[in-house]
């Protein structure tokens, strides 16, 4: 084990340096704000009635965070597809957003090449691959993911393109003004969280000892239902650690029988209730129910608070926050964060495809 303030050891760790990307991700929203606001759009977008987040691993938890900021403004509907097929026939009326980091995805080519059937809006945003090869053919717009990073670590770059094309056609409101202050929010928050901040100021080192050979359960709900899951595959992909993620209030209505289990094995178990500020008076009866059950049962967990901030400041803050969390737990546990060899096996025993192909 790893005490997270012995620096000396970092680089043993993560020779690939994924602390320094880690540290890029304000700089990563930056350039994909200005990229996406310099691409033509067509004009007919703006008509749209339903927005098709298509991806898979963190292109696709891109379209769940983006669903969840438009929900509070109750604009349009936006569904995420993962998988092969279209769950339902497009029409001109949808906009489609197709987004996979190296382009050649097999699930998103499969989607890709349904939807271009159809005459719906159609976006694509890759870093190369086949993919941008087919949107260019098929006279569709192209913006390039212009960042050299693992797939997952470019989730701030594809969120800020996908709000951006949202605001655009006026499906989510994002201001200068807004995107900027919630940019210096993030920048300090990074300052917060790295490596050279001390364990005793660092609540993401803090939370990672608190998961320390644990599996985290998360409960996330309203503004953060989709960073629960964004949560759960960083600790998966960065500490090859088990965790779990469970959405409320839906929790309430049944895995919150399990809280007594937990209890027993609190050795073997650490919850997180993950809380977003300007909660509904609904969402807040549900969120003090859940922390009087986990204290009345005598559950090991804490209440990780978004600040008390912008909806946009609160998702590029809390994935930060995830992102170092995960980070530290890899080091604690003295696995190499950035390789996800496993992942990539798996992709050449059902696809013969290359490497960090999402």
Known sequence: MVKLDQLDKYQNIDPSGLRQRLKDFPDLCQSAWENVNSVNLPSSWKDCEHVVICGM?????????????VALQQTIPVTVVRGFSLPFRLTQKHLVILCSYS????????????????????????????????????????????????????????????????????????????????????????????????ESKNLAKQLAND????????????????????????????????????????????????????????????????????????????????????????VPHKVVLAPQDSHIAQILTMIVLGDYVSYYMALDREVEPSRTSLIDFGKFLTQGSKPNSV
């Not at 379209?63 to 900021?69: E, K, N, Y």
């Open 211 to 298: 998961l320390s050979g644990k599996a985290a359960v998360i409960y996330s709900g309203g503004l953060l239902t989709g960073m629960g899951l964004r949560w759960k595959t960083q600790i998966h992909e960065h500490a090859k650690a088990i965790a779990f993620n469970e959405t409320i209030p839906e929790l309430l209505h049944n895995s919150i029988e399990s809280l007594d289990e937990i209890a027993l094995n609190g050795n073997n178990y650490f919850v997180l209730l993950m809380r977003p500020s300007g909660l509904t008076d609904q969402l807040l009866r549900s969120y003090e129910a859940i922390e009087k059950l986990l204290i009345r049962q005598r």
């Open 57 to 69: 691993g963190g292109s696709a938890i891109v379209g769940d965070l983006a669903s969840d900021l």
């Open 103 to 198: 382009g050649d995805t097999a699930e998103t080519l499969s989607l890709f090449r349904q939807a271009n059937q159809f005459e719906p809006g159609l976006l694509v945003v890759a870093g190369g691959g086949e993919l941008s090869s087919l949107a260019t053919e098929s006279g569709h717009p192209f913006i390039k993911i212009d960042v050299d990073c693992e797939p997952r670590n470019a989730l701030g770059y594809n969120l800020m393109i996908v709000l951006g094309v949202l605001s655009r056609i006026g499906c989510i409101g994002i201001s200068e003004i807004d995107f900027q202050q919630s940019l210096s929010a993030v920048s300090n928050q990074v300052m917060a969280l790295c490596e050279d901040t001390p």
